[in-house]
Every structure is written in C-alpha cells, then in structure tokens.
C-alpha cells in the first residue's frame, strides 16, 4: 500500500506509466486530450499492446477524452491500436454536460490509480494497492462513462 504526491509533469507521467505497467485486467484513463500522459511514446504503445494481447487475461481498455482532438489528430499509434485491439477497447468522447470537470483518472484494476486534481497542473496522487480509497474513483469513472458521448472511431462507417 502507497500513497504518493507529485507536483511536476514528468513525475505526473512517471506515475501515470508505473500504473499502466501494473495493470493486469482492467485500465481505465479519462482525461482532457492525453497530451500529458504521452501514450502515443513507442514504449508506452508497446506496454498497452502486451497487455492487450495477453492470452488469457482478459484485459479490457476503457478509454474516455474530454477533446478528442488531440487523440484524433496526433495519435496514430494509439489509434492503430485500438482499431487493431477494438474488441477489448472503448474509446468515448465526453458529452458537453461533463466539459467542467477538471481532473484526471488513470486507474488499473481498481486497486492502483494516478488522480491528477486539475486539467493544468501536474499536481497528482499516485495510489498503489489502494482498492478501498479507489472504489470512489472506479465509481466515478463508471458515471462519467455512462455520461459519455458515442465511441470515438478512426474512420467513417458506411459508404
């Protein structure tokens, strides 16, 4: 059990990356745009594609961005990925009723998790084998993706 605060960027994505590499069944991210937690990195795509392609496990990504624009535009890796692994992905765009809130979930298997309190600061708390102080977060991910716009898809469907 660990409980951590960091006040800087890289210590924010250190963080951030220290959970995805624990996570063994579950990663849930909601995030403005992810242009702090540079998953798009060619280590980062290679970390989230050995856990998806983990036989057996049954890991599942859930992804949700306040602005899509970023990930659409500048995250090609990330969205060859999710196209590549679509069946264990949801990538959803948060609705306009959701634009005030201001912080960050990074949560793996609702026991670790990286709470980053406000959209442009790197002021954050990293959790690790924390399951009873996570369950509010979980919760709040699960109402947040229930809020949620439609799927956020890399092409067009139809003709």
């Known amino acids: ?60 990504l859930s992804l949700i961005v306040r602005d899509a624009t970023l990930l659409l535009n500048q995250h090609p890796r990330l969205l060859q990925l999710m196209e590549t692994y679509s069946h264990v992905c949801a990538v959803q765009q948060s609705g306009p009723e959701l634009a005030h809130l201001r912080d960050s979930l990074l949560i793996a298997d609702r026991e670790h998790a990286v709470i980053r309190f ?5 002021r954050c708390k990293l959790l690790i084998d924390e399951p009873g102080e996570i369950r509010g977060y979980g919760g709040r991910f699960d109402e947040i993706r229930m809020q949620s716009g439609e799927a956020i898809r890399r092409s067009t469907l139809g003709l």
């Open 1 to 60: 059990m660990s409980r951590d605060l960091f006040t800087t960027w890289s210590d924010y994505q250190q963080a951030a990356w220290q959970v995805i590499g624990l996570a063994a069944s579950h990663l849930e991210i909601y995030d403005q745009d992810l242009a702090w937690l540079k998953l798009d990195a060619p280590a980062q795509i290679t970390q989230i594609e050995r856990l998806l392609r983990s036989p057996g496990n049954g890991m599942r």
């Open 118 to 122: 406000e959209t442009n600061q790197p």
